[in-house]
């Protein structure tokens, strides 16, 4: 069962989440998730502990407990594919929005977003930048009144 734990302090490593995990079994990997343009910690990691009784056990004593200096937060990590998405691409990718906005990625700020209010949903698109121009995703507002608007703009 793959965990998160959050709420670190700035000063705990993977190796010390290894050793506080490993008291309640055994411990695949541990790592802390660190910041790639300053280093430093992003507050939040990942425990793999192939036994879910285990795993659960540890839930159950680590949640809320005091570690570093710091009460943490344990918890089932979401599989990948349950985590929100915001898009990708080179060089300024898609964007994210309000209730089920997003957007695609794409080369040269693709994009899109945008705000929801009862229930439709406001995608925005990619974009292409080829021989110079620059392309946008759209976005858009989407209320109970005003309809959908938007699209897509280059």
């Known amino acids: 069962m793959n965990l998160f734990v959050a709420k670190l302090s700035s000063s705990t490593t993977g190796d010390d989440l290894q050793e506080l995990f490993s008291a309640h079994g055994e411990v695949a990997s541990a790592k802390v998730i660190f910041d790639r343009e300053t280093g430093n910690s992003k507050g939040f990691g990942f425990v793999e502990m192939p036994n879910d009784e285990e795993a659960n056990a540890a839930i159950a004593a680590l949640n809320d407990s005091e570690v570093d200096g710091k009460q943490i937060v344990v918890k089932e990590a979401n599989p990948p594919s349950e985590r929100p998405r915001g898009g990708g691409g080179f060089n300024r990718g898609?964007?994210?929005?309000?209730?089920?906005?997003?957007?695609?990625?794409?080369?040269?700020?693709g994009g899109g977003g945008g705000y929801n209010r009862d229930g439709g949903d406001r995608r925005g698109g990619g974009g292409d930048r080829r021989g110079g121009g620059d392309r946008r995703g759209g976005g858009g507002y989407n209320s109970d009144r005003g309809g959908d608007r938007g699209g897509n703009r280059w």
């Open 94 to 109: 898609g964007g994210g929005g309000f209730n089920r906005g997003g957007g695609g990625g794409g080369y040269n700020r």
